[in-house]
């Protein structure tokens, strides 16, 4: 890259020809090497060891910034907490509890109560229907999370709260039921419960998807 002035001039190392992605470089400034260092980058390093090297990569792969897909009406996700335990509706009687990871329960499709279309955004209401099931989640006030009815039930109408904007992939969020924030921590793995008054740490799921 070539820029109007010394300082935005910069040269790649580290290999031979073409410059391709998956390639690990070094990327030289005029006083030195580019360092990553904690919360910024540098360029006068005299030397060029690991933390001068960075990997070429395409803004339309998973760990790239750009490829945050934002999350549309009809994806299926999955809601995970800090123990990496996943949201999960139970086949056999209807509960939802915190469970390891298993794609046959814990997956959920995000409908709009509205027919809505396009995005999801922070704020939104949405109804989440067990992909396994196909029954949709509840927040029974007073007893716990459900998803044992075909169709939305009284306190299917979840919303989504933690940020502004569009939801995004690894996102933490909560999720407000109208008679509290669904806990992410339940201990001894109980009957997950909309119990939070407040959003905070034990209401925080990440979506995924």
Not at 61 to 89: C, F, H, K, P
Request: aromatic share 10%; charged share 20%.
């Amino acid at each position: 890259y070539h820029g109007s002035h010394l300082g935005n001039v910069f040269s790649f190392g580290g290999g031979r020809g073409a410059v391709s992605i998956g390639d690990h470089v070094h990327i030289k400034a005029m006083m030195g090497y580019v360092t990553a260092v904690a919360a910024h980058v540098r360029g006068d390093s005299v030397d060029a060891n690991d933390l001068q090297t960075f990997k070429i990569e395409s803004p339309t792969q998973l760990s790239g910034y750009m490829a945050r897909t934002g999350l549309s009406y009809g994806d299926i996700v999955t809601l995970r907490n800090r123990a990496n335990e996943y949201l999960s509706a139970d086949p056999r009687n209807g509960w939802v509890y915190l469970r390891p990871e298993n794609s046959e329960i814990d997956r959920w499709a995000v409908l709009s109560p509205a027919d809505s279309q396009g995005k999801v955004r922070y704020g939104d209401v949405v109804y989440f229907k067990s992909y396994a099931t196909g029954n949709f989640l509840a927040c029974n006030l007073g007893h716990g999370l459900t998803a044992n009815r075909k169709g939305p039930a009284t306190f299917s109408e979840i919303k989504i709260v933690g940020s502004n904007g569009i939801v995004h992939r690894g996102d933490d969020l909560g999720l407000w039921c109208g008679s509290g924030y669904v806990s992410s921590d339940i201990p001894g793995g109980g009957v997950s419960k909309a119990n939070q008054v407040h959003w905070s740490a034990e209401a925080q799921f990440e979506i995924s998807w």
